[in-house]
């Protein structure tokens, strides 16, 4: 998005990325030279949602943050007062554990849709749904099957009471876990459903309810687990962040 409105606008982007230990950054002004590549060169497609990981299962090392900024003001710096050799065409990258800068040759992508020869983005579009917040595969299990945090504290009163029986799955990450959690669900990190460990654990007798911090990560592992066969599973809307706030006050938020 940000890309498109300083295309329209005419100005260069100066781009940083962090992920992990990793850091990227280039500047991107196809409206300054007629051979500078854009963002959507380099990148053409959004990666398939659900697949990005969260903050809690990804996160980035603090201070590459110091580090891809400081590089993203000096690009800046030089544009605005026209000295050096800005990194226009140019990709930066960062590997903090091996404290090494790479620099690569990033080409203009004639068939790019919004700076090619034929453009097909020629006006904003729903980036929600462009970068799907959620997949459709998730949208798809959680019609139907989404319960409310009051439905869950009737279920889990019910099954104390032995009337009823299922699995409460938390699929966050277990430092997460320590901060809150929902009493009488069992830790399954959203990794394990991803490469199949978490259905060899899950009773087959059993229904599966799972929840996450507010219903994203568990609506996709919903997918997963619908998709192995467990049909009557289901997942808690707003997660144990809705818990918190309609349920337990007492257990803090984060
Ligand atoms: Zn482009």
Known sequence: MVNYAAYCLGIPYVWGSIYLFDGQASVFAPTLAEDAPCYRCLYPEPPPPGMVPSCAEGGVLGVLCASIGSIQVNEAIKLLTGIGDPAIGKLVIYDALELEWRKLRVRKDPNCALCG??????????????????????????????????????????????????????????NEAEINHIPGSVLIPKGEFLNGHALEQLPSD????????????????????????????????GGVAAWVNQIDPSQPSY
């Open 117 to 174: 020869e034929n453009p097909t983005v020629t006006g904003l579009i729903d980036y929600d749904s462009f970068c799907g917040a959620i997949s459709e595969e998730a949208l798809d299990a959680a019609a139907g099957s989404t319960i409310s945090v009051t439905t869950l504290e009737h279920m889990l009163k019910e099954r104390d009471e032995g009337i009823r029986d299922f699995v409460l799955v938390d699929v966050r990450e277990p």
């Open 206 to 237: 059993k229904q599966i309810v799972m929840h996450c911090k507010t219903g994203i990560r568990s609506a996709e592992t919903l997918a997963i687990v619908k998709g192995a066969g467990y049909s009557d599973a289901v997942h808690v809307g």
